[in-house]
């Protein structure tokens, strides 16, 4: 059955890009070898609409903080295109992130495919006015109508955000509403949060050796119908420090694996709960890497067990 991204909030000039880059998109994904048809991408489904999302998005934290540097500016721009080009669509920023949501605004003035993208952003502040400033800033910088998805960052008066955000979502003026958490952090108010709000999202830590999520939120969330997004799966570049120098293991092609980048992140997105990973990067060759991760086969169960053990023995 053939899938239709939805465009969720794009501007005007948007729109100017989209019949150049419709032979773009036909072809988006990672490329494959002469003659062989490409591997599927792997979706997941946002449970609150059965939306069908690319399961490796893109942060953009510390990142795209690069303020009015043209030339670091056109190199993201680069990067995005090449995320767009391999078959991603969620994008997540926050005004925590410094210049990160003007810098995503340039990008997308000068990005081929822009119309797949899926905006996600946060409100980081205190108080109802504030946060409402706040978010139309955002909104202003990106340039986009709407967001898809706005969430309460790292739980910041989320109370009082959250009552804004269910406004919104009820007038149309968002598509999600979610909240986040970083570092393992708050995760006992987290799990009080999603059990008794109506969120669409909740986004927190989880990678191959933070995994703490497993035990309640996860299963959580799953319970809740609430789609995940997993940050910090590489550990802020931790996890590839660990294994500097370590060999991937000899089985790793067996799950489509080819480097550390995608190993850590398939781990990530064969968890049945988690929607999307989203790993930031400024480099191309680090986005072919992330994106080689968005192709079938995934590791089964016990895989993911064997990846864990081969981790844990280096």
């Not at 899926?118 to 205190?126: E, G, P, R």
């Not at 940050?231 to 092609?253: D, M, Q």
């Amino acid at each position: 059955m053939k899938t239709t991204w939805p465009r969720g909030g794009l501007s005007r000039r948007a729109w100017l890009r989209r019949m150049a880059g419709a032979a773009l998109l036909l072809t988006a994904g990672a490329r494959p070898a002469p003659g062989a048809e490409p591997l599927p991408i792997v979706g997941k489904r946002i449970p609150a609409s059965a939306e069908l999302v690319p399961a490796i998005g893109m942060g953009t934290w510390i990142t795209f903080h690069v303020g009015n540097d043209r030339w670091q500016r056109d190199r993201r721009v680069a990067v995005l295109q090449r995320f767009f080009e391999r078959g991603g669509t969620l994008v997540d920023s926050s005004p925590m992130y410094g210049s990160a949501e003007a810098v995503m605004g340039y990008c997308l003035e000068r990005t081929r495919g822009v119309e797949r993208v899926f905006a996600a952003t946060k409100v980081w502040t205190y108080g109802r006015t504030r946060g409402i400033e706040e978010m139309q800033t955002s909104r202003r910088l990106w340039g986009v109508p709407r967001f898809d998805l706005m969430q309460v960052h790292n739980l910041v008066d989320w109370q009082t955000h959250l009552e804004t955000l269910k406004a919104w979502k009820g007038e149309g003026k968002l598509r999600y509403i979610g909240v986040t958490t970083s570092h393992g952090r708050r995760h006992e108010e987290l799990a009080r949060i999603l059990a008794r709000e109506p969120l669409d999202f909740v986004q927190l830590s989880y990678n191959v050796l933070d995994r703490e999520a497993e035990q309640r939120l996860l299963p959580l969330a799953a319970e809740r119908g609430i789609a995940v997004i997993a940050n910090r799966p590489f550990r802020t570049g931790g996890l590839f420090r660990y294994v500097r120098g370590k060999p991937l293991p000899s089985w790793a092609g067996e799950i489509g694996c080819g480097n550390w980048a995608q190993f850590f992140l398939k781990f990530i997105i064969s968890h049945p709960a988690v929607t999307c990973a989203i790993p930031a990067t400024s480099q191309l060759a680090h986005m072919e890497e992330n994106m080689g991760a968005l192709r079938e086969p995934l590791p089964d169960a016990h895989q993911r067990q064997r990846m864990v053990r081969y981790l844990e023995s280096i």
